[in-house]
């Protein structure tokens, strides 16, 4: 027996060690593939840009990104701020003659369109040229790709031109059912806080409608008229079309101008083949957005002035976050970094953000206040979004620069919390019974609602907070207060109404903000650009990739049980309330 049992035990050895060098070898082979490409650009290549993917502000270094494990294939994904580099480089790259764009069906935001197109004309002032294929095109999709020379859209494919919307769910009749009742306390005047209305709400309130109305208008407003300015069409054309579903088939919007003709992608190889000069049985030299980046890589050790990019994208919350969300502790520390660096002389604050806990979110404002006692110039650059507690980290901003179709503004505060009464006494049939040491020592008890005292003891944090927003609006952007205060109560705002009440000082993209940092420093044009915070090891972003980091394995023991110790860990986080644009603003 005890010989079956060292068997045994060489056996599980065996096989454990062989797992490890498995996988070590599959993460080398993917990691190879993950970066396997023709790093040398030809003489008469085209870049192949491709939207059809969300876009986040910048890359995130993880080798199983796109990897598709049946085909094993892997595409990589980049970042706003890589590809709009990369559409500059091929600019002045002679060896690149022209951008080949897929871009049908984009899932980016307007503000990151905007910025792509933007970059996407610029390229074209080079006179190099720019084609579009897609079988089908989104309006978002129709919109960006309304800058090339030439758009081929697929005989039996279809192009979408109905009009913009937005929808918001509501949940009132959900928690009821679950016995589940939301408890909202928010500023006192901010009827235009709408985060808390699906709780609270069947339907959305006459404030809400009136601020997505705005919104839906403005975006509707700059996509018609880029288009049409594109394409050669008149904007109210594009209302007609859209009023009337004029876009009934491929060739229907090839005849109305909307794209250039009908192909298949045999069609489209062939127009690159005779614009390139490729004979007919050759490949048609591509180059990567990756490759055409590589190509600007600085050689050997930088030691002049830099202007320091920062990015914040995501919720707001306290902690360390990840690329995708912003953690007080990580962006605390790039900006004491950044500040703490003598050769950085002016800080770019790049923000995508719907806000989020009011105390993260001044952790991070102390920390942009610092760099600006500490001499440095302060740039603020908005994204898709910038609101609630993304406008408060940077309002203090020497400059703040948008998008036309940034959300903006919401400048409010408010507290969501849920009693379960009915759904543990009746429903479940669980009671509580407690001791106590004061008379509200168990406030925000799940099994009870609040008591008349604790919603005023919470409406004055709540109003307390929201006072201090106005007040640091006011200061930074030079305002009166009781004007802040008529332009918040947690309204949201496009880049272009900001820009009209004084919430941003210019419209323009991260390029313009970096310029305008440069400018301000006095700074030459060949100034080195360094990104914060440090990008997340790549092996951290691969162990989450396979559920093996510490986060994947907490919600694997604990199963259904795993948000209530989401919800304590807030707690230890002392997060305190919200300033959050509530939902995600989908525009469709």
């Excluded at 912003?326 to 923000?351: C, H, Y």
Aim: glycine content about 8%; some cysteine; proline content about 3%.
């Amino acid at each position: 027996m005890k010989q079956f049992f060292k068997m045994l035990l060489a056996s599980l050895t065996a096989g454990v060690l062989l797992f490890g060098l498995v996988f070590l070898v599959f993460i080398g082979i993917i990691a190879s593939l993950s970066v396997k490409s023709d790093t040398e650009i030809k003489d008469g290549s085209v870049m192949r840009l491709n939207l059809n993917m969300v876009i986040n502000e910048r890359s995130v270094d993880n080798p199983f990104s796109g990897f598709d494990p049946f085909s094993g294939e892997v595409q990589r994904s980049g970042g706003l701020f890589e590809i709009v580099e990369a559409i500059e480089t091929a600019k002045n790259d002679d060896r690149i003659k022209g951008i080949y764009l897929n871009s049908g069906m984009s899932f980016a935001g307007m503000g990151s369109l905007k910025e792509i197109r933007d970059a996407l004309l610029n390229f074209k002032e080079s006179g190099k040229f720019i084609i579009s294929y897609s079988e089908i095109y989104s309006q978002k999709g129709l919109y960006i790709s309304s800058v090339a020379d030439s758009i081929y859209l697929a005989p039996e494919g279809g192009l979408e031109w109905t009009g913009l919307s937005s929808a918001v769910p509501f949940y009132v009749q959900a928690l009821k059912k679950a016995g589940i009742k939301p408890q909202v306390i928010r500023g006192s005047n901010n009827v235009f806080k709408s985060a808390v209305e699906p709780y609270i709400e069947d339907s959305i309130s006459p404030a809400n409608r009136e601020q997505l109305s705005l919104l839906l208008n403005d975006m509707w407003t700059l996509m018609r008229s880029e288009i049409a300015e594109s394409r050669g069409v008149t904007v109210e054309d594009l209302q007609t079309w859209a009023d009337s579903l004029s876009i009934a088939n491929p060739q229907v919007a090839a005849d109305l101008g909307l794209v250039t003709r009908t192909a298949y992608i045999d069609e489209v190889n062939d127009v690159l083949r005779q614009l390139l000069d490729v004979e007919e049985d050759k490949d048609i030299p591509f180059a990567s957005v990756e490759n055409v980046r590589g190509e600007k890589k600085t050689k050997g050790k930088y030691t002049g002035d830099r202007v320091a990019v920062v990015f914040a994208q995501g919720a707001i919350s306290s902690g360390t976050g990840d690329e995708l969300s912003i953690g007080s502790d990580r962006l605390a520390k790039a900006l004491r970094k950044v500040r703490k660096d003598d050769k950085v002389k002016a800080v770019v604050l790049r923000v995508n953000s719907p806000g989020g806990s009011t105390l993260a979110s001044d952790v991070i404002l102390r920390e942009v206040q610092l760099l600006k006692d500490a001499g440095k110039i302060v740039v603020a650059s908005y994204g898709d979004l910038a609101a609630s507690g993304g406008y408060y980290i940077s309002c203090v901003a020497d400059k703040i620069v948008a998008q036309p179709s940034t959300i903006t503004g919401s400048i409010g505060v408010f507290g969501l919390f849920f009693t379960a009464e009915e759904l543990l006494n009746d429903k479940i049939g669980i009671r509580y019974d407690r001791v106590k040491t004061a008379e509200f020592a168990d406030l925000g008890s799940l099994d009870r609602e609040m008591r008349p005292e604790e919603k005023a003891y919470m409406q004055n944090m709540v109003d307390y907070f929201y006072g201090r927003f106005l007040s640091l609006v006011a200061e930074g952007r030079d305002l009166d207060s009781s004007y802040v205060d008529d332009i918040g109560q947690g309204r949201v705002w496009t880049g272009v109404q900001a820009l009209e009440n004084g919430l941003v000082d210019t419209l323009g993209s991260l390029q313009t903000a970096i310029a305008m940092a440069r400018d301000m420093a006095n700074l030459g044009d060949d100034v080195r650009v360094v990104q914060y915070p440090k990008k997340m090891d790549p092996i951290q972003e691969l162990l989450r990739s396979f559920g093996l980091d510490e986060q994947s394995r907490m919600k694997k023991q604990l199963g259904q049980f795993y948000p209530f110790y989401q919800k304590w860990k807030e707690m230890e986080r002392h997060s305190g309330l919200q300033s959050h644009i509530g939902y995600d603003l989908i525009i469709e």
